[in-house]
């Protein structure tokens, strides 16, 4: 993942940061037990880890009392080190091997924007709809993690959903979300 890739992942998961109010930031989120809050503070630790465990200090983490200010902060640190290319294609361990920083952040990292993006748009009572191509790379992100998916801090196991809903359900439903949730 370039810094251009990254900046294209984070743009319609910040559109929603963005979209949420203030109050919406403490409202209960599809994780179980966490805020909308509490995602976006997952998604800036894992990074922040991430990168950290590879050597790149990403100085002290953003305020997130301001999320849309504090993400930002955060996703314009991230993408300046993806924009250097020794960064980018860095040999990290990567389930079970090694991998490029920019291709475990395109990878693990990219789906989980997407996946929270969903998350976050629900807990205020927003919808945020894939597209097709983005309902592809989720689909192959979930192929990819094989049984892993369903492992401490991926994935809770699958719900059922009938096997004619739509592809967006069916892809919530083997992340362990209920596609209608907050609806």
């Given at each position: 993942?370039?810094?251009?890739?990254?900046?294209?992942?984070?743009a319609p998961f910040m559109a929603v940061?963005?979209?949420?109010?203030?109050?919406?930031?403490?409202?209960?989120?599809?994780?179980?037990?966490?805020?909308?809050?509490?995602?976006?503070?997952?998604?800036?630790?894992?990074?922040?880890?991430?990168?950290?465990?590879?050597?790149?200090?990403?100085?002290?983490?953003?305020?997130?009392?301001?999320?849309?200010?504090?993400?930002?902060?955060?996703?314009?640190?991230?993408?300046?080190?993806?924009?250097?290319?020794?960064?980018?294609?860095?040999?990290?361990?990567?389930?079970?091997?090694?991998?490029?920083?920019?291709?475990?952040?395109?990878?693990?990292?990219?789906?989980?924007?997407?996946?929270?993006?969903?998350?976050?748009?629900?807990?205020?009572?927003?919808?945020?709809?894939?597209?097709?191509?983005?309902?592809?790379?989720?689909?192959?992100?979930?192929?990819?993690?094989?049984?892993?998916?369903?492992?401490?801090?991926?994935?809770?196991?699958?719900?059922?959903?009938?096997?004619?809903?739509?592809?967006?359900?069916?892809?919530?439903?083997?992340?362990?979300?209920?596609?209608?949730?907050?609806?």
């Open positions: 993942m370039s810094a251009a890739d990254y900046d294209r992942a984070n940061v963005d979209a949420l109010t203030p109050q919406d930031w403490s409202r209960p989120s599809p994780c179980d037990g966490w805020t909308a809050r509490d995602v976006l503070f997952h998604v800036v630790d894992t990074q922040r880890d991430v990168m950290m465990r590879a050597g790149h200090d990403l100085g002290m983490p953003p305020d997130l009392d301001d999320p849309p200010l504090g993400w930002r902060a955060h996703a314009e640190s991230v993408a300046r080190l993806l924009a250097d290319p020794v960064i980018a294609d860095q040999q990290v361990p990567a389930m079970g091997g090694t991998a490029a920083l920019g291709e475990v952040m395109t990878r693990f990292y990219g789906f989980d924007l997407l996946v929270h993006r969903w998350d976050l748009a629900r807990s205020a009572g927003l919808t945020a709809d894939w597209t097709d191509a983005e309902l592809d790379e989720i689909e192959a992100a979930l192929d990819g993690f094989g049984e892993q998916l369903y492992g401490e801090g991926i994935c809770r196991p699958a719900v059922p959903v009938p096997a004619d809903a739509p592809r967006p359900d069916r892809l919530l439903a083997r992340m362990g979300r209920d596609p209608h949730w907050g609806r």
